[in-house]
Every structure is written in C-alpha cells, then in structure tokens.
C-alpha cells in the first residue's frame, strides 16, 4: 500500500466514568508506542487488559481521555471486528461494497471501480463463488472472509483486527492466519492485530506489545524468516517468541520492561 | 402433502360447527330474530349484496385510510424519537396519554370539532388514534435493537445519518416493524367499526352501522352476514400483512429459516 503513514501514541490514557461510583475506571493509561507503515503488530493481553479498547481508540471510534496520537482519518482504516458484523439482508457482494458506496459521496468512485475493487477482495478471501450467498448460508469461517472482504475492499493503508478469528475453530483459524500472512506480504498495509492467543501473535506477528491491566507491559520483536511458510511454527523461533510473550503475560512484576 | 392436509382440518372444524348450528337451530325451533340458521345468514347476504358491498367497502376505506396513517405517523415519529431523544422525552407522555385514554371517551369531541362538514375524516382519525400506538412503539424498538457493532461498521464508512438509516436501520427494524404493522392493521378495523358505532348515524354507512340498523330492526340474519364480512375483512388484512412479512423477510431473517 502506498502512503501508509506512521501511527505514534503518546502517554495514550482512556478512562471513564463507573456507574454509581465517584471513581473512573481507568481502561488504558500511558501507553506510548509507534506503529510503522507496513508493519505487522500483534497486541495480545488477558481479557479485558484494554487491548479492544485501544484498537477502537486507533480506529477513532473512541477519544482517549490523556495524552495524543497521530491523526488518522477514519478512511485509511480497515477494521475487522471479532464477530462477522455483516448484513443479513444483503448479498455477500453487497456487504463488501457497502462501505464503498457510503464513502463514495465524499471519494466519488466510480461503479465500475467500486466493482473491481469487491471481486479483487472476494478473490483474496476466496470467496469470488459465493458473491451471491446471504450470510446466512455461509459458514463462521466464511462470513469472517467477508468480513476480512470488506475491510480489505476499501484498500486501506492501515488494517485493524479485534481478535477476528478467535471465534472459530482452529484448522480455519490456521488457514486464515495463512492467508492474513499472504495478504500483508503482498499489499504491506500496517496491520494491527489483537489477540488473547500466544501462538497466533508469535506465528502472525513482527513484533507483539503484551498489554496487561491497561499499561504496555513488553514490546517483543519476533524473529522470523523473509519467506513466510506454514513451517514457520516447528521453527526455532516461533517457540522463543511463543515463550517470551507467555513469560511477559505471566511476569509478576506490574510495569513496562 | 401431509402439511396440506393439515391446513384443511380448520376448514373441517369450521364446516361442522355450521352443520351442527344449523341442525340445532331447526331441532330447537329457536325464533330467527334471536339465532338464524346459516342457511338464512347466507340468504340475506346474497338479497341485501349490493348494500353489504357498499358498507363494506366504506368501513375498508376507512380503514385502509387509518392504517395508512398510523403507518406513516409511527414510523414518522420512531424515526424522529430515536434521532432526539429531547423530543422522545418531551413527546411520550402525550403519546402515552393518547393512547390509554379510551377512544370511545374522546370520539364525540372529535366529531364534534372535524366531524360536522366531514363524518370519514373524523372517523379515520378515531380508527388512527387506537391503530398507530403499536407501529410507533414497534418501530422504535426495532429502530433501536441494531447491533452497536454494526453501527461502528457505519461509523468507519463515514455513513451519514441518512445512509446510516436506509442502509442499517430501517432494514434491521424491518422485523419489528411488520409486527407492528400487524397489530395495527387489526386495530384499525377495530377502531373503524368503533368509530362508526360513536358515529351512530347520518352519512356514514360502513358495516358497523348496518350492525346497528339491522338490530333495530331485528333482522338478526342480515347483522350475522355484516359480521362475517367484518371477520372476513379483518382475517384478509392479518393474511395480507402476514404474507408480505413472509416476501420481505423469508430471505435473510432467522425466523423464516428451515429447521436442519
């Protein structure tokens, strides 16, 4: 992807106000981090660490409460959220290009363009055969390509994934982190990835942030090969990143390393 | 085969319930000003078919009117309610009001104030008032129920609030709103008929001022044939509405899928 701009945190915090009670919550404070273009980051923390919290804070879909972070305009972004999201009514085709045809009062595409860009994003889930199925008569893995579909479509600099194949079972989620891998290696957006699963961050990832009650806890660079395979997780490698990101989640001691 | 089958035993029912009404009516020898027999109710449908017709298709004016805008209006205000939520909450009391207080208690004022120079009109605003409190109450449910996640997929696309609405709202409030519908549509006969009881008499001459006149006059048949053409009429709105909910929504909705 061309002109992906670099995303920087710094001393990020979001915290909100309890119900019923004077104090806040705080869901993230100091986070300071930079993201650059092309990159492939994984975010993997404990349940409700705040990792969620601060994709939805890059995708803009939040305001953070202190400190800033480089502006992006919400039409850079692809985000892929953990459930499919799609449209029941609407055509697999018609969810893809939907985010499309809404932008497309402000970019103007043309119909034949947004038409190009959903069947080359059908084709890199997959799915070019079933641009006709409803979602309801597509399986989990599936719907998650068109989820994956519809992100990809609007051909964003920046990638956002909250956990999108947690859900699944874990030969499809096998063979998407296959295909996730392929799709960054040939169009280099800067994808950030959330996980809870040590494995999936090592296997996926250059590097994983461990997030732990809020804070940035380790940045662990994972060594990998130019040439991305399958062998990739029998390497050597993949077992260090695997053990020190489950050594950073379970260090008892609070703080950034 | 077997489902077909099926669907007739109603039929079944409904054809011996006949035959034992009018066995019994001739065993009894009840007078016919107190129970007719089938036979008479069928024969006074077919003398008095022109008039019947003609107040039928009154009180189905007036009706279609009435559902047409309590259709309007609901949907009109969910959509207004859910967009501000100052005006819901300056609003809803009234509509709440408007709806618990019985019709009956208000109708004459209404006659009285649009009814001098025009019965329908006031007759098709007493039928709205009882048939569109379930649209708008439906509609705003429905309005409201989109899952938030689908409403940020909006929010990345830069969705205006009118596209937010056409493309995710309306269709995700579908469902709700054709039960709404429904429940209205069944109200509006009811309000029509009740409308035009208040009413009494003068220019309007729907089916449920044939009920009136034909019990003044003790002509019992002619009140059971205005009756069955009111159930008629009521049973095609709920059919109508219950197969354009089908052709809407069998589709995509999951309470249209085939069971595996």
Redesign the interface.
Known sequence: MTGAPELALNNLGLSYPQRGSEAEVVALRDITASFPAGSFTALVGPSGCGKSSLLRLL?G?LSPTQGDMSAVT??D?G?V?Q?P?L???RSVYENVA??LK??N??SGLRAQEIDTRVREALTLVGLETRAKA???ELSGGMKMRVSLA?ALAKRPPILLMDEPFAALDELTRFRLDDDLRAIWQRQKPTIIFVTHSVTEAAYLAERALVIRAGSLHAEIKIERPKKHTDNFRAAPNFHAACAAISQALADPKEGTS | MRAFLLRLIPLGVGIAMLGIWELSVHLTQVPIFVLPPPSAIGHALVDNFATLMGSLWVTLRITALAFFWALVSGLALAIIFTRARLIELALYPYVVTLQVTPVVAIAPLILIWVGFDNVDRALVIIAWIVAFFPMLTNAVQGLRSTEPQLHDVMTLAGASWWQRLYYLELPAALPAMLTGAKISGGLALIGAVVAEFVAGSGASTGLAWRIIEAGNRLEIATLFAALALLSALGIALFYALTLLEWLVLRRWHDSFAKSP
């Open positions: 995708a879909l919400q039409s972004i985000f959220f459930e999201t449209l029941a009514w939907l985010p809404i932008a009062r402000k409803l979602p309801r519809r």
